[in-house]
């Protein structure tokens, strides 16, 4: 039953991640996909982690498993976020040189 | 599991192809992280944790990080000394010959060397006893071979040394500009991350007495978190060295070195250990170098004599 969960989960994140990817892909600017990546991986990587979790066997794993899926979404939107700023601040400072 | 180690070995060869054929230098320097990152997997595929943390620390994390600010000031100088013009085809063949003959070489001869059990691998596996900590990799680093890390470190000094002297034009300045300072989430990722790091960091060298870890991967988190700390503005660099900045770089090699020698009469040899305190010696030895390596990998990427806290 768990491994069923499990697999369900982590399939689910899966598909996420594909979707964050082909979004990477084929989006026209930066900032899009940003969207996409930072958007769809965090879900996936949750959905991810949870798969993971429901297979612990100790609660101890679980609060590991939490963790590092809270620092790794705060770590990319943080850097998602660092990267829009330098990208929209790069773009006007070029609008206003020309 | 072939499947995945097969497509794994696959994009590795594809991405150092691609590393070394792109023609921009930032997506060259992009790919040698990514690189990096897929090589700590395979690591850790061939049941090697210590060498996967090792290289996603230091190979990935630091060597990018410093691959990078260097890009940036290759890119800042200009495109007159940026690149030069490109090397003729003869040179590129010899080195493209060159490489792959030694290339040949390593694989025939690594080929026909014997796995022989009894050998240094075996022998540091039944020893273990002696060494005082439980885990392999460290009681080989710090016991079983102590001279070449005691000699690795002193290599490593000498770089920051040779790094300093040839610093002058190279040096990164993180403006503000540059790092985001004025963003209101950077603060909160360095106030919130930067203890989570360094706590990881010690936990790093703590652990490699009893499990993967050790100086060298706690010393790159201790670096990385050093970086943040620059990158958000928090610590900058200075071009006067303090006396407390001095010791901690020698440290460890200082603290090895002494503890080797001040036994000697007790042993009977250099960097013998007596064996009830062997455990505490090396935990000892291990944080002095784990924070030496750290100061030693953040002053490499500010590319100044020393640091201070940036003004409030």
Known sequence: ???????????????????????????????????????????????????????????????????????????????CHLVARHGLHHDNHEETRE | MMVFDSLLALIIAALAWRCVTVRDLFQAIVTFIVLGLMLALSWTRLDAPDLALAEAGIGAGLLGVLLLSTWRVVRDAGPDQGEGPPPSPWVRTAAAVGSIALGTAFA?????????????????????????????????????????????????????????????????????????????????????????VLLMGTFLVWAGAHSPGGAFQGGAVLAGAGVMLVLGGRLGGDAQVSLLLRALLILGVSVFTVIGLLLMPLEGAFMAYPE???YPLMVTIEFSLALSIGLTLLLLFTGTNGLRGAPA
């Open chain 1, 1 to 79: 039953m768990t491994h069923w969960m499990a697999a369900l989960l982590i399939t689910a994140g899966l598909v996420f991640f594909l979707a964050g990817t082909v979004g990477l892909l084929r989006f026209p600017d930066a900032f899009t996909r940003l969207h996409a990546l930072t958007k769809a991986d965090n879900t996936g990587l949750g959905l991810l982690a949870a798969g993971v979790a429901v297979l612990a066997l100790t609660w101890q794993l679980v609060l590991l498993i939490a963790l590092t899926w809270l620092l790794a979404a705060m770590a990319s939107s943080i850097a």
């Open chain 2, 108 to 196: 025939v001869v690594l080929h026909t060397v014997e796995v022989d059990s009894d050998r240094a691998g075996g022998l540091a596996l039944e020893s273990l006893g002696e060494a005082g900590v439980e885990q392999p990799v460290t009681a080989v680093l710090l016991n079983f071979r102590s001279y070449d890390t005691l000699l690795e470190l002193g290599v490593l000094l000498m770089a920051l040394i040779g790094a300093v002297l040839l610093r002058s034009p190279l040096i990164h300045r993180p403006a503000a500009e540059d790092t985001g300072t004025e963003s209101p989430l950077l603060p909160v990722l360095v106030t919130v991350f930067t203890p989570l």
């Open chain 2, 276 to 278: 009830g305190l062997v």
